[in-house]
């Protein structure tokens, strides 16, 4: 059988995991959202949730007409002055709209789908604490099978259409689907940044006012900020998030199907990975099944049955890929080298899945609180404030070796065994591409399960809000302890997927840094990329730069928006008589704080998403594609460490706090609580905000760099 007649593959995974979300949910709305007052409280976090989404929604869309009008004219216009082609190929301008449309998609349907849960949740955990679980989980599942599906779906279609109805060459077709890559990428950054300045602003300013100064509960409805923290949870760590590991999924898949070509493996190194993804969907399918907890059970009880769905996913994924990868090089094009690299490819591909599940456990080692790191940070606060805020941040610095060491031996495993090992001994450059199509595979991998991997991450946010749902309705203090241990649970499996997110994409950075060298080298010629080249190195600088102004603007926006939120919520318990005491009739005006939230995110996010988009093309200009090449090479690098360390220092004083909050420590409104309260106020936007949103800043940085190749070879001052 021709591999190219296998398209119809990919057509049936993206449907079998869009059906599969909308089986969950259907399933997910069969449930009661409770009492009255539960409902109401659920309307008013999806009435906030919708505001801020329509109004983030119309500034990326009106940033993405921009966008789209630029790159038709960089395309077109040469062609109507006479030149023989444009500075971008035709198709680019519209792989770009539909790559952040779809992104846009998946972030709406994953936050209307946990702003119909989180009530449904509170009502089920008074029932049991397995019931709540897996309602929550299907929650988080439904965005993880729709982003997976999407991306199989969209890049099908798009190699289908480039190559059998345009019949393209492959060089077009590759930078096409990186451009769609782009797309997708620079919409993801909007709404990582956007929804998280809105979800730490209203958390911080919620906590500091309410636990911290007025000394209440947290959820406490007498908090006029506390729908805004729920609003919040829903468009930042859900519909933020679902955009961002669409992207991470997509621009794996774009980055290893752009190498293919270089690497001479045709249509057969298209659909390899396309193949994964799909065996990857289906996995997870069955993977989903398995998730279920007893009652009464402990962090570390519910923490393996979440392990045993994805670790029976990623088993039945590494044993499936098998016979696919052996079918797909014994039937690829004559003299493309992959049947003699199959098993390279194989074992690429297992090094892919190990290095995910090695950066999973060390990521929830340092951030369980049910692991000795995130006990003795939560023992510090004996000592006070302080040696809690030095502990935390040298628990994240030593935190991020370990993933720093496994992506960086994985990757150069990846290359070796699946080709790249003869490039020392022929310094053939096709040699080369296919050691980094093992590496592009090795991100695949990685994200074939990332369907569960996500569900598991993504029903933390819905935890979180019923837990508050069940506070302000009053339900029996065992509901709030079953959705306190769901959200316990939610922080630590939220940072475990995003170091998942967060390593993958260094993988698929390097894949894209080096489909930049060979694209740049056919429009420029041969680039002179030793270290010590005045442009790479200043390069360099220049992109370690852009890391940590990244990181200031991030904070900076989320501490000017929780200040403006601490103000407000000040103003009220000063302004309206009996709030803070209590009395009946006496309401907060919650919709000031949702306006306060989302005014400030969608200002403040504009500087780090332009910062993140003009970086490659300025530095282009100015220092020339060898310099660009040396900006990638630190956004890769001190941008994946960078974001290692604020997700771990961020979750382990979020769980440090739940530790305490759990009666440990002398419990809930002791001087230990109070510590921990301060660091998890830190870290919240670390690991919430800036933390994970490297991986947008990863795929945004090096998908414009190759889009804008044509731009840096036509102005360059090099």
Wanted: with cysteine; aromatic share 10%.
């Amino acid at each position: 059988m021709a591999i190219e007649n296998l398209f119809w593959v990919g057509y049936v995974g993206a449907a079998a995991g869009i059906l599969f979300a909308i089986l969950q949910i259907r399933k997910v709305f069969t449930f009661s959202e409770g009492n009255e007052t539960m409902v109401k409280i659920a309307q008013a976090i999806r009435t906030g949730a919708n505001a801020f989404m329509k109004r983030m929604y119309t500034t990326v869309g009106i940033f993405l007409g921009v966008m789209f009008v630029i790159l038709l004219l960089l395309a077109y216009v040469p062609l109507f002055m006479g030149h023989e082609r444009g500075l971008l190929n035709p198709f680019i301008p519209f792989a770009f709209l539909t790559g952040g449309f779809f992104t846009a998609l998946c972030g709406y349907i994953g936050m209307k789908v946990s702003t119909n849960t989180n009530a449904r949740t509170a009502w089920a955990a008074s029932e049991s604490l397995n019931k709540a679980l897996r309602i929550a989980f299907s929650s988080g599942s439904v965005m993880g099978f729709m982003v997976n599906g999407l991306a199989i779906l969209e890049l099908t279609t798009w190699y289908l259409v480039l190559r059998y109805v345009f019949r393209v060459d492959d060089q077009t077709i590759a930078t096409t689907i990186v451009t769609f890559g782009m797309g997708v990428a620079v919409v993801a950054v909007f709404a990582r940044v956007g929804g998280g300045i809105f979800t730490k602003a209203a958390d911080v300013g919620a906590d500091l006012v309410g636990k911290v100064e007025a000394g209440i509960p947290e959820d406490d409805p007498r908090n006029p900020a506390v729908i805004a923290d729920n609003v919040g949870d829903n468009v930042g760590d859900v519909a933020g998030m679902g955009a961002d590991l669409h992207e991470s999924n997509s621009n794996a898949l774009v980055a290893t199907i752009s190498i293919s070509f270089a690497a001479g493996y045709g249509v057969a190194g298209f659909m390899l990975p396309i193949l994964l993804s799909v065996v990857g969907v289906l996995a997870s399918i069955i993977g989903t099944f398995f998730v279920r907890t007893k009652e009464q059970a402990d962090q570390k009880m519910l923490l393996n049955s979440l392990r045993k769905g994805v670790y029976i996913a990623g088993i039945i994924a590494a044993i499936a890929t098998l016979p696919i990868i052996m079918f797909v090089a014994n039937n690829a094009p004559a003299g493309s080298m992959m049947a003699e690299n199959a098993w390279g490819l194989y074992g690429a591909i297992l090094v892919g899945i190990a290095a995910g599940f090695v950066v999973s456990y060390l990521t929830e080692y340092y951030t369980s609180d049910a692991s000795q790191p995130t006990v003795d940070l939560a023992h510090s606060s004996n000592s006070g404030t302080a040696p809690l805020m030095i502990g935390g941040l040298g628990l994240g610095f030593r935190s991020a070796a370990g993933p720093l060491l496994t992506v960086g031996a994985g990757a150069i495993i990846s290359f070796v065994i699946s080709g790249g090992f003869r490039y020392y001994a022929t310094g053939a450059e096709l040699h080369f591409n296919t050691g980094l199509y093992g590496i592009g595979l090795a991100a695949v991998a990685m994200l074939a399960t990332n369907a569960i991997i996500l569900a598991t991450d993504a029903f933390g946010p819905v935890a979180d809000n019923a837990g508050g749902i069940a506070q302000m309705a009053h339900l029996p203090e065992e509901v709030r302890e079953r959705t306190d241990a769901l959200d316990a649970l939610g922080n630590t499996t939220a940072a475990t997927g995003k170091g998942f997110a967060i390593a993958s994409n260094a993988f698929t950075g390097l894949a894209l840094l080096v489909s930049y060298v060979n694209i740049a080298q056919m429009e420029i010629g041969v680039l002179n990329l030793s270290i010590v080249n005045p442009p790479v190195l200043v390069g360099f600088f220049a992109g370690t730069a852009v890391v940590f102004l990244f990181a200031a603007l991030c904070m900076s926006a989320v501490q000017k928006a929780a200040q403006s939120i601490v103000t407000e919520v000040r103003r009220q318990f000063r302004e309206i008589k009996g709030l803070l005491e209590g009395k009946p009739g006496v309401e907060a005006d919650y919709g000031t704080c949702v306006d306060i939230c989302t005014r400030g995110a969608l200002k403040e996010m504009i500087a780090p998403a332009l910062l993140v988009i003009l970086g490659p093309i300025v530095t282009g200009v100015l220092l020339g594609a060898a310099g660009v090449v040396g900006y990638l090479g630190a956004i890769i690098v001190v941008g994946f460490s960078m974001a290692a360390f604020m997700l771990n220092s961020g979750g382990a004083w979020d769980n440090a706090k739940k530790y305490i909050e759990k009666g440990n420590l002398n419990g809930k409104g002791s001087d230990n609580h109070k510590a921990a309260v301060i660091g998890d106020t830190v870290g919240d936007p670390l690991k919430d905000t800036a933390g994970p949103s490297y991986n947008c800043v990863i795929t945004v940085s090096c998908t414009v760099a190759i889009v804008f190749i044509g731009v840096t070879a036509a102005l360059s001052l090099f």
